[in-house]
């Protein structure tokens, strides 16, 4: 007969994740912690938002090139 009731683990199992199984906790090596900080940057990004439009940036950028483009052609 079994002797754990359903649904619990037996006792030779873990019943916390591997920080590995886990995405988020960061692990303890270098490249998990860098992960960590990519995932929370990420985060961050999404909740904020951009302070400029994306439309604003490309429209200036545009600018900048057919100005600095007639500064050559036309000199």
Do not use: F
């Not at 009731?5 to 994740?17: F, I, L, M, T």
């Amino acid at each position: 007969m079994d002797d754990n009731p359903a649904g619990q683990p037996a006792p030779s199992e873990d019943p916390k994740p591997k920080a590995s199984e886990n995405p988020d906790k960061p692990r303890s090596n270098r490249h998990g912690r860098r992960l960590q900080r990519i995932r929370e940057e990420i985060e961050r990004n999404r909740t904020d938002g951009p302070a400029i439009p994306t439309w604003v940036l490309a429209l200036t950028l545009v600018l900048i090139i057919a100005v600095m483009t007639a500064l050559v052609v036309y000199s």
